[in-house]
T-cell receptor, first 113, second 108 residues
Framework: KAGVTQTPRYLIKTRGQQVTLSCSPI?????VSWYQQTPGQGLQFLFE???????NKGNFPGRFSGRQFSNSRSEMNVSTLELGDSALYLC????????????FGPGTRLLVL | KNEVEQSPQNLTAQEGEFITINCSYS?????LHWLQQHPGGGIVSLFM???GKKKHGRLIATINIQEKHSSLHITASHPRDSAVYIC??????????FGKGTKLSVIP
């Protein structure tokens, strides 16, 4: 089975722009979670989707949003980028995220200038 | 609020040494993950456990639910074990809460 894939792998944007990141889960997985990793805060939960429904959201501003499609692929969007949004964005998939092993993608490294 | 604390933050070991990384958390949990992250960012799930002990090769993970504590042990450490090890917990909602990680360097 192919692993979790994320595109793009690297991205450079300027302040005020918006960005969309994509995540394709392992075939058959219906849950996709998104995380932000920064040197200062470590890994933080953004949101989780299951069968196109957002089941939980972390403590991030409304500029961070996401969605999931019927094929379980997921996108996250960050609008009005700020310098502090520079981070590694990781997605992970599982059959059902409640107490199940999560499989992580390679991440998208975003740099905001 | 669930806090996840790891110790030590940094660890340097000689090849062959026995290594222990500790994780403590503040609330009841459903399960705990040990994750490994190599330079470059990729994260691999090593163990998920909710009780007792699990072993995979040279890696052993234990959890004590009553004491809210877990340990990851590496026997006969090797330079390829050099990575950041992250503890994460499921605390009843559809999200993981992470520790800050332990950076392990194993010197030949």
């Amino acid at each position: 089975k192919a692993g979790v894939t994320q595109t793009p792998r690297y991205l450079i944007k300027t302040r005020g722009q918006q960005v969309t990141l994509s995540c394709s889960p392992i075939s058959g997985h219906r849950s996709v979670s998104w995380y932000q990793q920064t040197p200062g805060q470590g890994l933080q939960f953004l949101f989780e989707y299951f069968s196109e429904t957002q089941r939980n959201k972390g403590n991030f501003p409304g500029r961070f949003s996401g969605r999931q499609f019927s094929n379980s692929r997921s996108e996250m969007n960050v609008s009005t980028l700020e310098l502090g949004d520079s981070a590694l964005y990781l997605c992970a998939s599982s059959g059902d995220s409640k107490v199940e092993t999560q499989y992580f993608g390679p991440g998208t490294r975003l740099l905001v200038l | 609020k669930n806090e996840v604390e790891q110790s030590p933050q940094n660890l340097t070991a000689q090849e062959g040494e026995f290594i222990t990384i500790n994780c403590s958390y503040s609330v009841g949990i459903s399960a705990l993950h040990w994750l490994q992250q190599h330079p470059g960012g990729g994260i691999v799930s090593l163990f998920m456990l909710s009780s007792g002990k699990k072993k995979h090769g040279r890696l052993i993970a234990t959890i004590n639910i009553q004491e809210k504590h877990s340990s990851l042990h590496i026997t006969a450490s090797h330079p390829r074990d050099s990575a950041v090890y992250i503890c994460a917990v499921w605390a009843g909602s559809y999200q993981l809460t992470f520790g800050k990680g332990t950076k392990l360097s194993v010197i030949p």
